[in-house]
């Protein structure tokens, strides 16, 4: 399984802002998830977009994926400060990679009310 | 429907101490997987099962062992606890299919070896 890098490491915004964060990989992938990850919690998924698919839209999240570049794109619309949290991406080239997703170390998005 | 259950939440061993973290998914997953968090450190894999009666090795496995007699149960064994296991794990579970392999994450437990 291929490891995902979060950048920033850190994102600092005010409320009704956009955020967005990217993820960058190495080897070709057969999909790409985002989760998310509330101080004290467990993750949560938010979108799987596929290696054939160009954008995703699921309520205020919008993930794009270049796969010529190697890289995602997680953007939040019009943040609340519920939104704040830890953001990882998970690629996966499919296959054996069932199951044992890797995880980088996040991007850290702080939403200031 | 639970999803994927952990216990115990919290646990402080002492050093050499042994210890079992279970975990229990309702979702009928063939795959289940445990995954340490250290600060800093994102996320790394410690174990994963493909079905009952199949394990392999993730990232970090070395102090832990694993055993998946059914589908619903995947314990993880400290055998000899020591200050650089403290951390958080996370179980998870996962199924194929057509939505991909989305994992879902159960709450944490959170361990300090002293």
């Known amino acids: 399984s291929q490891q995902g890098e979060e950048d920033p490491q850190a994102l600092s915004i005010q409320e009704g802002e956009n955020a967005t964060m990217n993820c960058s990989y190495k080897?070709?992938?057969?999909?790409l998830q985002w989760y998310r990850q509330n101080s004290g919690r467990g993750l949560v998924h938010l979108i799987l977009?596929?290696?054939?698919?160009r954008e995703k839209h699921s309520g205020r999240l919008r993930v794009t994926l270049d796969t010529s570049k190697k890289s995602s794109s997680l953007l939040i619309t019009a943040s609340r400060a519920a939104d704040t949290a830890s953001y990882f991406c998970?690629?996966?080239?499919?296959?054996?990679?069932?199951?044992?997703?890797?995880f980088g170390q996040g991007t850290i998005l702080t939403v200031h009310p | 429907n639970a999803g994927v259950t952990q216990t115990p939440k919290f646990q402080v061993l002492k050093t050499g101490q042994s210890m079992t973290l279970q975990c229990a998914q309702d979702?009928?997953?063939?795959?289940m997987s445990w995954y340490r968090q250290d600060p800093g450190m994102g996320l790394r894999l410690i174990h994963y099962s493909v079905g009952a009666g199949i394990t392999d090795q993730g990232e970090v496995p070395n102090g832990y062992n694993v055993s998946r007699s059914t589908t619903e149960d995947f314990p993880l064994r400290l055998l000899s606890a020591a200050p650089s296991q403290t951390s958080v794990y996370f179980c998870?579970?996962?199924?194929?299919?057509?939505?991909?392999?989305?994992?879902?994450f159960g709450e944490g437990s959170w361990l300090t070896v002293v």
């Open positions: 998970a690629p996966s080239s499919g296959g054996t990679s069932y199951g044992k997703l890797t």
């Open positions: 080897t070709s992938i057969n999909n």
């Open positions: 979702m009928n997953h063939e795959y």
């Open positions: 998870a579970s996962s199924a194929f299919g057509i939505s991909g392999n989305t994992i879902y």
């Open positions: 977009i596929r290696s054939n698919e």
